[in-house]
């Protein structure tokens, strides 16, 4: 069995894949529009469009990131033997 | 031994400020701020049931009012979208979104008023909403769970006939659809006063500026209606506020 990881490690791991999720949520939110269809996505750039990208990250990677740590810390202590 | 010239250390610190200059940016433009508004502060409140309150606003309600609301509390907001098939029903995916979305509405100061409709009589209410144009019904358990005020546009009965009818094609026709980055472009604007005019196609909007389209002759400001908030709706100059049930109580003209 592996030993438990420490905060050194664990943050930037978890931040690691917080960047990626939050961009890929906030491309997602920016050309999503709602439709009586369901959601949609038009993929056309406007020039306002990297703001909105810009805005989306900084409003979802604190949530995607508090939420990656909390899994990845909550498994860490459970599956992982102290050092 | 915390060694900062180690190579994990590094990463740690810089990951950990990184993230710390996200929570700085997030607060810096969406900061929440408060709104008192004198109309609303002067109203003459009544305390009634709740039973009274529904029966007061059905029949008060006229077609072509505007309804803005905002949910009572965390738990009302759930219990009312139990009745509908969402993906929010999900308890993680609500205390998400509940709090992203009151955040945002907060940092605009416009007194968090989440959603906008336009009464279509026989207690149907049209909005835009995430599914596109959507009719609800103005239920016991709508008046229950929500804060809202109506406003009675200050235009004629034919031009209220005629965003009735308009509302109706949107609704048949389903031509106008939401737009995510619109929404988060106006709260932007909002939130921090920067003009930055979006240039927002005509069939790509939001609640308020949706409801905004439907009254053409109505003037928020000099503001196009397209980047159109609650609170541009609610100014005494366009709007008249006939209803209003608010933390202070319940406000009905006599």
Redesign the interface.
């Known amino acids: 069995m592996k030993n438990r990881l420490s905060i050194i490690q664990i943050v930037p791991f978890a931040s690691k894949i917080a960047v990626v999720i939050s961009i890929i949520i906030s491309i997602t939110l920016i050309f999503a529009q709602g439709t009586h269809q369901g959601i949609t996505f038009n993929f056309q750039l406007s020039s306002m469009s990297f703001l909105a990208l810009f805005l989306g990250f900084i409003v979802v990677y604190p949530i995607i990131f508090l939420l990656i740590y909390l899994v990845v810390s909550i498994l860490n202590r459970t599956f992982l033997k102290p050092k | 031994m915390f060694d900062p010239f180690e190579k994990?250390?590094k990463?740690?610190l810089?990951?950990?400020l990184?993230?710390m200059l996200?929570?700085f940016?997030?607060f810096l433009?969406?900061h929440p701020k408060f709104y008192t508004d004198d109309r609303l502060q002067n109203l003459n409140y009544e305390n009634i049931s709740d039973d009274d309150i529904y029966r007061i606003v059905t029949e008060k309600l006229r077609p072509g009012d505007i309804i803005l609301d905002e949910p009572v509390s965390y738990g009302s907001r759930y219990v009312y979208q139990q009745q509908f098939e969402n993906i929010q029903n999900n308890k993680i995916i609500f205390f998400?979104y509940y709090n992203?979305f009151e955040f945002?509405i907060d940092s605009m100061g416009d007194g968090n008023y989440w959603h906008s409709f336009i009464y279509m009589g026989n207690n149907k209410m049209n909005s835009l909403?995430?599914?596109?144009?959507e009719e609800e019904m103005l239920s016991k358990h709508f008046t229950d769970n929500y804060y809202f005020i109506v406003l009675r546009p200050n235009v004629s009965d034919k031009s209220k006939d005629d965003a009735v009818n308009m509302a109706n094609t949107n609704f048949d026709n389903?031509g106008i659809?939401?737009?995510?980055?619109n929404g988060?472009?106006i709260v932007?604007s909002r939130a921090t006063g920067v003009t930055?005019n979006?240039?927002i196609r005509e069939n790509?909007l939001v609640c308020s500026s949706y409801a905004a389209s439907l009254y053409p002759e109505l003037n928020f400001n000099g503001k196009d209606y397209r980047h159109v908030t609650p609170i541009d709706l609610f100014d005494e100059k366009i709007t008249e506020i006939v209803l209003a049930k608010t933390r202070r109580g319940f406000y009905y003209e006599k």
């Open positions: 994990s250390t990463k740690f810089f990951w950990s990184f993230f996200m929570i940016m997030t433009f969406f998400i992203t945002m909403a995430i599914k596109a144009v389903q659809i939401y737009s995510f980055k988060l472009l932007f930055i979006p240039n790509e």
